[in-house]
Structures are given as structure tokens and as C-alpha cells.
């Protein structure tokens, strides 16, 4: 079982958004705790009342509302009854037993999991304590609660399971725009909170894997002067389908200004995933024979890293991002360093050539098996002449330790005037 929490200002929208779900057939309020009347008898408005009497006794509490989602595992599938029983005990175990609550059970997804909807505001005014409350009181409670009811256990699984987002179907959801709506929310879900990035291009590189752009519209659009965004669906030529989605009209509210949030948070953060990345990168040109940035990019793969290569209309390489599924951090290339840049790694792919042509030169059975790869082999004829030619500017990226300061030199009988 996993366990998100999420916290809000809005019991209203948070109410309004399972409500909804209800409403088109999506979802099933099972269970409502701690209310005066039975669920049978309950309403939108009164389900609501009963949150907003509690928060009218703490007017200072910024963040009142707590939504939580209780997700299992795909081959688990549980009753009603039992899914309520689960979440009685996890609010139980967080603290918040006495707390009025609903839970509903959704169908929107892949795998079975259920919404409880609650606030923080207890019956004397006083606050229930949020802060780091999926760390102290929620993992805790998880791996009990998979034991107490044989629940297929998260922990270990996070590793195996990295990578098991799938880029969407775009042949199934190009022409409704409630399902490119689920289907880019499924997306956002896992990029938004998972990964680390600290632009927006960086945040493309990592939706664009799944056939999902974040879009500002050109300068001139109204879009873009109001400081809007769209999502939008891409084929599988990476051109856009389907109806854009306002960012507004997703629950998690992934705006501009959500986004510039965690540019600024994720800069920091993914500072020591840099090292990881820098190491793959070099250690992938110790034990390979990389001849081309498209061979690089093979090699990194099985690092567990996406090497997307920035091309012009032309072909012409000018620009690469990095996106490390293990540390889950988002690099351009010059951030990292000259070295990891795309004219960086092209002249090292150019040395790898000439040095490897040298060594082979008087062996041509030897350097035929070593260019079997046609990409390399490909790269090798298209840039070789234009390798040796420019040659010189090669080594122009000395690493710093091996650059010497200048001495100064001081003459005798020379005065400033």
C-alpha cells in the first residue's frame, strides 16, 4: 500500500473534485465517519457543513484540509467494506480518528485505491500538527497496516517500479478531452511531485518521454502575457493532438506559478544529483568505445538515464538534457559542466575517433569490427573529415586541475610613467 498526502486550503474544491468523480460514474462515497447522519441521508452541502463548522474555530489556520489517497496494489482487489475497515484504521493510526471524514473509492485508474477527505481543526480549535506527518505518523502506519491485513507490501517494490509509468496512447485518447485529461493527470501525478527540475524545457524533457507538453503559448498569445499554461498531448512525431487542457482544470493546479515554486526548491535540491550523473557520464566513456553522442545515449540507458540529443532542422546537434531516473533529476548539459555540453561531448566522441584510428590504422580487419554499429559507423563517415579538420579546437576544454597558472614576470629598469 502506498499513502499520499496532501494538504489544502480548500475543503471546498477538495470536496467538490471526489463529488464530481461521483457524479460521472468515476467514484463511490463508501464510508462517512464521524457525521451526525448516515451516509444515506448525507448531501453535498451537509458533507461540506461539517468541515466548515470545524474551520470557522481556527480562522488562523492557513492550511485546514487534508486529502489523502490509500493506493494498492494492481492484483489486490478489495471490497467495499474492507477498504473502509482500512482507512478507519490508517486515520485511526494518524491521529485523526475523531476527526469527521469520507472516504471514497475511485475507478479512475489502473490500480484499485480510495480518497479520504478530512481537515485538521479538532472540536477544542486546536490544530492537528501537518508538519512532516507522512514521515512520523503515516509510514509507520502503512507497514503496519499491510501487515495487519496482508496487503502486498510497497517497501523493496520502489526500485522495480521506477520506471513502470508508460507513455500515453495517444490513439486512444486524441479525440475525448475527458480522457486526455485523466491521461495526462496520470502523467503529472508522477512527474510533478517525483522528479526534480528547475525549468520549464527541463520539465518538458521529462513530460515529452510521455507524450505530454507544458506549453506557454508564443510571446504574443494571451496565454502567455497572462501567465497561463497549457498541457497538451503529443503524437508519436511529437506534434501536438487533441484539445489543450487549461493547467487550472487539474486538481493538483500545476499553474505557472505552481511551477516557478518548484523550480526554485528543486534548483537546491538537485545540486547532489549532479555528482551521480557526472560520474555515469564519464565512467560510460572509460569502459565503452563511444564514437557518437547517439551511441552515448544507448549506453546511459542502462544507467537508468535518458540522454535527449537537441537537434536543428538541419541535423546539427546543438544542445542535450539529461534526465536520471535513479536520483530523479533533470540536467542540462552545460549545468553540468563544458565537458557534458553537446559541443563537449562531441569532441570527446571526436578524440574517442582519432585515437582509436591511430591505434588501428595499419588494422583495417579491426577497425571494420569495432564500427559494426551503424550509428557509429555513420557518424564516423558524416564527421571524420570535419574532425580532422578542426582538430586544433579539440583540445581547446583543459579541466581545471590540469590548467597552470601564468607566473607573472617582473622586469628591472621598467617604471610606470
Given at each position: ?18 463529488e464530481?468523480k ?8 463508501i ?15 451537509s458533507?461540506?457543513n461539517?468541515?466548515?463548522?470545524l ?32 482507512a ?19 475507478h ?46 510497497a ?10 509509468l ?67 498531448i503529443l ?43 557526472k ?23 542502462g ?7 537537441r537537434?536543428s ?29 553537446a ?23 579491426t ?26 579546437k ?7 586541475q590540469?590548467?597552470?597558472?601564468k ?11
Amino acid at each position: 500500500m502506498v499513502a499520499v498526502i496532501k494538504t489544502s486550503s480548500s475543503i471546498r474544491g477538495v470536496l467538490n473534485y471526489n463529488e464530481n468523480k461521483v457524479d460521472i460514474g468515476k467514484a463511490e462515497c463508501i464510508s462517512a465517519v464521524n457525521y451526525p447522519l448516515d451516509l444515506e441521508k448525507l448531501n453535498f452541502t451537509s458533507k461540506l457543513n461539517r468541515f466548515l463548522k470545524l474551520a470557522e474555530l481556527n480562522t488562523n489556520a492557513k492550511r485546514n484540509t487534508v486529502h489523502i489517497s490509500l493506493n494498492f496494489d494492481p492484483s489486490e482487489n478489495h471490497s467495499k467494506e474492507k477498504l473502509a475497515e482500512i482507512a478507519d484504521t490508517y486515520m485511526e493510526k494518524l491521529g485523526f480518528g475523531r476527526q469527521p471524514y469520507l472516504v471514497y473509492q475511485h475507478h479512475d485508474a489502473g490500480h484499485p485505491h480510495c480518497h479520504i477527505v478530512t481537515n485538521n481543526i479538532q472540536r477544542d480549535g486546536k490544530r492537528i500538527d501537518l508538519h512532516l506527518l507522512g514521515i512520523r505518523k503515516s509510514e509507520p502506519a502503512r507497514k503496519e497496516i499491510e501487515e495487519m491485513f496482508g496487503l502486498v507490501k510497497a517497501e523493496g517494490r520502489k526500485q522495480k517500479e521506477q520506471f513502470s509509468l508508460n507513455p500515453i496512447d495517444v490513439g486512444r485518447v486524441q479525440y475525448g478531452k475527458a480522457e486526455s485529461r485523466k491521461a495526462i493527470n496520470a502523467v503529472l501525478n508522477k512527474v510533478l511531485f517525483d522528479y526534480k527540475y528547475s525549468s520549464l524545457p527541463e520539465l518538458n524533457a521529462i513530460l515529452n518521454l510521455y507524450n505530454v507538453h507544458a506549453d506557454r503559448g508564443s510571446e504574443e498569445s494571451r496565454v502567455f502575457k497572462n501567465n497561463g499554461l497549457l498541457y497538451k498531448i503529443l503524437d508519436q512525431n511529437s506534434k501536438p493532438i487533441g484539445v489543450p487542457i487549461k493547467a487550472s482544470e487539474f486538481y493538483s493546479r500545476p499553474t505557472m506559478k505552481f511551477l516557478e515554486g518548484k523550480f526554485k526548491t528543486n534548483e537546491t535540491e538537485k545540486e547532489s544529483c549532479k555528482k551521480y550523473v557526472k560520474n555515469a557520464l564519464k565512467l560510460s566513456f572509460l569502459r565503452e568505445n563511444i564514437f557518437s553522442p547517439e551511441k552515448l545515449s544507448k549506453v546511459l540507458e542502462g544507467e537508468g538515464i535518458h540522454m535527449i540529443l537537441r537537434k536543428s532542422g538541419e541535423g546539427q546537434l546543438y544542445g542535450i538534457t539529461y534526465v536520471d531516473h535513479k536520483t530523479r533529476s533533470v540536467f542540462n548539459g552545460s549545468s553540468l559542466g563544458k565537458e557534458f555540453s553537446a559541443k563537449g561531448i562531441q569532441e570527446s566522441c571526436a578524440i574517442n575517433i582519432l585515437a582509436f584510428e591511430k591505434k588501428h590504422q595499419n588494422s583495417a580487419s579491426t577497425y571494420s569490427e569495432n564500427f559494426q554499429d551503424s550509428e557509429s559507423r555513420e557518424y564516423v563517415i558524416e564527421n571524420l573529415a570535419d574532425i580532422l579538420l578542426r582538430a586544433e579546437k579539440i583540445n581547446d576544454y583543459v579541466s581545471k586541475q590540469f590548467k597552470q597558472k601564468k607566473k607573472r614576470r617582473f622586469y628591472k629598469g621598467f617604471k610606470n610613467s
